[in-house]
């Protein structure tokens, strides 16, 4: 009873000040018009923005770690990106770049902040350890989290965070864009741990931004006019209704919640002495 209270009062009390925290850092995305923005790549000023951004990406890796310390890993992830949804739910819309906003900038910063979510996954896994329920082979061993078909698996099931932003990116809500992303990368977390259960899920976490990203590129490609000439005709594409932080921010938190939510789906047997001596090494298989 006792650590179940110190658990959810480290998450929920990690993800508040987190939040808080990242939130002040929003100014620093202010656009040429002096509205606050979305994106690092359109702000007036692009240092202040990288700073800002920065700023908020040790905030959420700080707390992932202590929390993934007290709680597991992958709890410790969706702390992070609630951490980082301070930023995300002050930070503007596609609306703040009708005017400035270049598609194809959007899809690189989605996916330059797709490496960063790699970057604070890897941190959370290194310094929080590595998740304890993960599956071994007969021989104790654990396919490589990095360069292994368990891991492309990983990698391709972040492409189901598609069909749901399509689905369900109806406006430029924060809300709803925030949401979609969630829930399809929650489809992806639980998909990914199902087809890969023999492996760390460390690619996973940025593997809905990776798709995300090229989406944006295509649908940037194939708009038929200006971001504002297709937002007065009621035409601009899901996929560019998610700001690059909104889908970091989804990218974690859904992720997370779908990896919890495939322990349901998974019955591993307790590891074998074999595989504790083992000590988890990886395999290529």
């Not at 959370?124 to 396919?143: H, I, N, Q, S």
């Not at 992806?188 to 760390?200: F, K």
């Not at 976490?205 to 504002?228: E, N, R, T, Y």
């Not at 932080?245 to 990896?259: M, P, Y």
């Amino acid at each position: 009873m006792m650590k179940a209270v110190i658990q959810n009062g480290v998450l929920f009390g990690g993800m508040a000040v987190g939040a808080v925290v990242t939130s002040v850092l929003t100014p620093g995305l202010e656009t040429p018009t002096g509205e606050i923005g979305a994106s690092v790549l359109h702000a007036e000023s692009i240092v202040r923005a990288v700073v800002a951004m920065a700023g908020a990406t040790l905030v959420a890796a700080a707390v992932g770690v202590a929390v993934g310390k007290v709680c597991n890993t992958a709890v410790g992830l969706f702390a992070a990106g609630g951490a980082w949804f301070g930023l995300a739910w002050r930070a503007g819309t596609i609306e703040s770049h009708l005017f400035d906003g270049v598609p194809l900038l959007f899809a690189v910063e989605t996916l330059g902040l797709g490496v960063v979510v790699g970057v604070v996954a890897w941190l959370v896994f290194r310094l929080a350890g590595p998740l304890t329920d993960v599956g071994t082979d007969d021989e104790g061993r654990t396919a490589d989290p990095y360069r292994s078909v368990a891991a492309g698996k990983m990698i391709a099931a972040g492409i189901l965070v598609l069909p749901v932003v399509w689905l369900f990116a109806q406006s430029t809500l924060k809300g709803q864009t925030l949401g979609a992303v969630f829930c399809g990368s929650m489809v992806a977390g639980l998909v990914g741990r199902l087809v890969a259960p023999n492996t760390q899920p460390i690619v996973l976490f940025a593997a809905p931004m990776l798709f995300l990203a090229i989406a944006q590129a295509v649908a940037g490609i194939a708009m038929g006019g200006p971001l504002s000439e297709v937002f007065v005709t009621g035409s601009v594409p899901a996929f560019l209704r998610v700001m690059p932080v909104d889908a970091a921010v989804g990218a974690l938190t859904g992720v997370g919640v779908g990896l919890g939510w495939a322990r349901s789906f998974l019955h591993e047997d307790e590891a074998s002495p074999a595989a504790a001596l083992a000590g988890g090494r990886h395999d290529d298989a």
